[in-house]
């Protein structure tokens, strides 16, 4: 079997579907065995712009989406895991011509929001507010006033790494991780926002806590977030 080169391919963006200034994605299309292809990308943004498009497409089953079982991103990649017998190469063809809609904070029509209430004052909520040089109440309306997108899970299952928050809240994680974050802690690292959806070791800085629960194997899907989600955080009793 052929593969896809794994040479850089830029996939032009429509005007019709993208203002003038947004740029087109820049893919770069890798074979993963011979039943994968991994698209890397600029960054997080994009892979939510492109699996944004492709969802549908492989929902619908129509064509050789039919023999696309999965789309899994990441921070900078998209895997689009198909049958064995799939032809990569049609698959590569037919990827970067849909890539064309692809709009970088386009969004779509049935964006899922799902809103998350917080109890704040966790154990590192001083220390962002130091690292930030915010107050902790502004680290609060920080976090609360941004909607934040999940963009790829990961670490533990239902577990999502949220992104386009306030940039002022980047900050490192702990030099020392704990051995144990209580199920529910809300915290911070990087550009990230997280929730842990169980009792784990972790070294996020900890805002606050929740009572959603993240991961529950009895619901259809058993994660609350996936991504392309928006997420919004309410202070508790608010």
Known sequence: MSHPSDSPVTA?????????SAPPLRLRLLPMGDAALLVETDGIDSVLALAAVLAPLAHTGEGIWAEVDD???????????????TDLDELARVLLRAARGASVGAGTSEQRVVEIPVVYGGPDLAEVAALTGLAPDEVVVAHTGTEWRVGFGGFAPGFAYLVGGDPRLTVARRAEPRTRVPAGSVGLAGEFSGIYPRE????????????VVLWDTDRQPPALLSPGTTVRFVEAGR
Not at 12 to 20: E, H, M, Q, V
Not at 200 to 211: A, E, M, R
């Open 200 to 211: 784990s070791p972790g070294g996020w800085q900890l805002i606050g806590t929740t009572d």
């Open 12 to 20: 032009p963006t429509p005007a019709r579907t993208t203002p003038s």
């Open 71 to 85: 789309l899994v991103p990441a921070a900078r990649t998209l895997l689009v895991v198909a049958r064995p017998t």
